[in-house]
T-cell receptor, first 110, second 112 residues
Framework: GQNIDQPTEMTATEGAIVQINCTYQ??????LFWYQQHAGEAPTFLSY????GLEEKGRFSSFLSRSKGYSYLLLKELQMKDSASYLC???????????FGKGTTLSVSS | EAQVTQNPRYLITVTGKKLTVTCSQN?????MSWYRQDPGLGLRQIYY???????DKGDVPEGYKVSRKEKRNFPLILESPSPNQTSLYFC???????????FGQGTRLTVV
């Protein structure tokens, strides 16, 4: 079946590095998204990976391994404002419905 | 300003009373979709549209209808709302399915 799994909650301290994992099972892979959602707000786009490897964008990086059905989001130099939910998403099949993981709530403390 | 606009932001209604949540984007995007977000269940896609007059079911389409008569608008219709449709709804648009999606501010719907 089609499924996306990610941890429910994570905690970290300011300045640290945190890795949020996501595993997926889809019928036909067509890329994987990461979105950030602050409490009470709409999701905002972080990254889209379609090829294997690491893509870096400032303090945030996203990694994909298609053979393992695995991705992670790496957040460096954590700040309090990074406290949010991080959502992983992939298409059920290419060009069809998009499915999201349940989200990982990250709490950053000082 | 590039944006996705949903209306209303908040709505309380009674079971069975038809309602429409509007969604409009000003970015000339091809792909639009509707999601509902529930605690513990995450974001789930209801319907999506690849272009004008092209719509398809997402993961949880039961009890909902959509239309795409113009590129910019993608209304969500609940013909006979029920309490289990109480949720936070988001509309989103992107140039293509596999590009960055922009979300509306959300509509918090309560059906009593």
């Amino acid at each position: 079946g089609q499924n996306i799994d990610q941890p429910t909650e994570m905690t970290a301290t300011e300045g640290a590095i945190v890795q949020i994992n996501c595993t997926y099972q889809t019928s036909g892979f067509n890329g994987l998204f990461w979105y950030q959602q602050h409490a009470g707000e709409a999701p905002t786009f972080l990254s889209y990976n379609v090829l294997d490897g690491l893509e870096e964008k400032g303090r945030f990086s996203s990694f994909l391994s298609r053979s393992k059905g695995y991705s992670y989001l790496l957040l460096k130099e954590l700040q309090m404002k990074d406290s949010a939910s991080y959502l992983c998403a992939a298409f059920k099949q290419a060009g069809t419905a998009l499915i999201f993981g349940k989200g990982t709530t990250l709490s950053v403390s000082s | 300003e590039a944006q996705v606009t949903q209306n209303p932001r908040y709505l309380i209604t009674v079971t069975g009373k038809k309602l429409t949540v509007t969604c409009s984007q000003n970015m000339n995007h091809e792909y639009m979709s509707w999601y509902r977000q529930d605690p513990g269940l995450g974001l789930r896609q209801i319907y999506y549209s690849m272009n004008v007059e092209v719509t398809d079911k997402g993961d949880v389409p039961e009890g909902y209808k959509v239309s795409r008569k113009e590129k910019r608008n993608f209304p969500l219709i609940l013909e006979s709302p029920s309490p289990n449709q109480t949720s936070l709804y988001f509309c989103a648009s992107s140039l293509l399915p596999n590009t960055e999606a922009f979300f509306g501010q959300g509509t918090r719907l309560t059906v009593v």
